[in-house]
């Protein structure tokens, strides 16, 4: 008898947790065709990595039933998760490749280094706020993603040890491109910033590289965080 009500109660909590697992796995799905296919997001790669990404395991607790929802969420310290759209659209901006090293400034919850990671080879993701870094870096490491390296530091000097990059991404608004970010671009290469006063409408920025020569191209009007600096 003892063993049944064990197996019931095993059924049980495996069929609530696979349920619970599905429910995530639609929001999912759901997100990724309404609010990014349709919006004209083409690349396969981070179509791919959106669709697999779970953004619920990335938020504050609060939000885990919010999290596939069109807009950005808190994720304490003052900062924020980006919106769905605007990770896909400055991830596609970088047209990566499967071997690229790319460097993101500004950690925040993880969640734009666990998609990058799922299309490339490296990413080193730098974070500001001491307890946004460590709790980003511990909660990258429990959903297996072992392609990615954090450190808690200001993001403006960019990380040297390992550059050259082939792609940079800024999560937070710049007042100007920081020059040590685009000596750290390989030749060749794209970075995507916003670049703007805080609390006004920034520019989100396409800057490239070409033998030796630096482009930038205004791409959309964005609103995010301030860009701080260690004083
Ligand atoms: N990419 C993040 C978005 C986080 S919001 C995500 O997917 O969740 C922007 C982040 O940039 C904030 O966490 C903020 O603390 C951080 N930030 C701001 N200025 C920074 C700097 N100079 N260096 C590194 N991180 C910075």
């Not at 003892?2 to 759901?30: D, M, N, P």
């Not at 790669?45 to 619920?56: K, N």
């Not at 396409?206 to 030796?212: M, Q, S």
Request: glycine share 8%; net charge neutral; proline share 6%.
């Amino acid at each position: 008898m003892k063993k049944i009500v064990s197996a019931v109660i095993c059924l049980l909590v495996i069929a609530i947790a696979s349920a619970y697992g599905q429910e995530y796995e639609t929001k999912r799905a759901r997100m990724v065709e309404t609010q990014l296919v349709r919006r004209g997001i083409t690349d396969g790669a981070v179509l791919r990595a959106m669709r697999t990404v779970p953004r619920h395991r990335l938020v504050p607790e609060t939000y885990v039933k919010s999290a596939y929802d069109d807009r950005p969420l808190a994720i304490g310290y003052g900062q924020t998760i980006s919106q769905p759209f605007i990770v896909a659209y400055m991830t596609e901006l970088l047209m990566l490749e499967p071997d690229d090293r790319v460097l993101e400034i500004g950690t925040g919850s993880g969640y734009q280094a666990a998609v990058l990671a799922e299309i490339i080879g490296e990413v080193y993701s730098i974070e500001i706020v001491p307890e946004l870094a460590k709790a980003a870096g511990e909660r990258i490491l429990s959903l297996g993603y072992d392609n990615i390296r954090t450190k808690n530091a200001d993001g403006y000097h960019g990380w040297e040890e390992y550059a050259p990059f082939d792609a940079i991404i800024v999560t937070a608004a710049a007042e100007h491109i920081p020059p040590p970010l685009i000596r750290q671009l390989k030749d060749g290469g794209k970075m995507v910033i916003p670049v703007g006063s805080p609390f006004f409408t920034q520019s989100l920025m396409l800057v490239e590289k070409k033998e030796g020569r630096t482009t930038t191209k205004n791409m959309m009007p964005v609103i995010f965080v301030p860009f701080t600096r260690v004083k």
